[in-house]
């Protein structure tokens, strides 16, 4: 069990450079877990390709719908107490620390490629390919 936060999400639905990466992420530990604050984050993501013409619609509803159906069950809500002492603590925004505060609270490491996150908490996140190297 990971946490993992909405750009390794779309990383692993959305393809690109780091989809390959993010799917052998998946394949070694399939069972992910993110903040219900994920799926507004996925929607903004997939707004931006369907705005650029990179996507369709359709294609971003199918993209959506299969990250939904593979999230489902393992959506939390954050409590604030802990998200404002992880903001205390760095310079992150709110929305970075949800992940780092279910991380925590599940005691599970946070898979994520922003660089920020990883500086911030490097006891509790972890970068993409070293998750892998683990």
Do not use: K
Request: charged share 25%; glycine share 4%.
């Amino acid at each position: 069990m990971i946490v993992v936060d909405s750009n390794v999400i779309a990383y692993c639905w959305i393809n690109g450079p780091l989809t390959e990466l993010a799917q052998r992420i998946r394949v070694r530990d399939p069972e992910w877990h993110a903040p219900i604050l994920w799926r507004s984050e996925m929607r903004s993501i997939l707004t931006g390709y369907l705005r650029d013409g990179s996507l369709s619609a359709a294609q971003i509803a199918r993209i959506m719908e299969a990250a939904e159906e593979a999230l489902a069950g393992h959506e939390h809500l954050v409590p604030s107490e802990r998200v404002f002492h992880l903001v205390r603590e760095s310079r992150l925004s709110a929305y970075d620390c949800e992940f780092v505060a279910l991380s925590g609270a599940l005691a599970v490491p946070l898979v994520t490629a922003d660089r920020a996150i990883l500086r911030a908490f490097p006891a509790r996140a972890v970068a993409m390919p070293d998750f892998l190297r683990e």
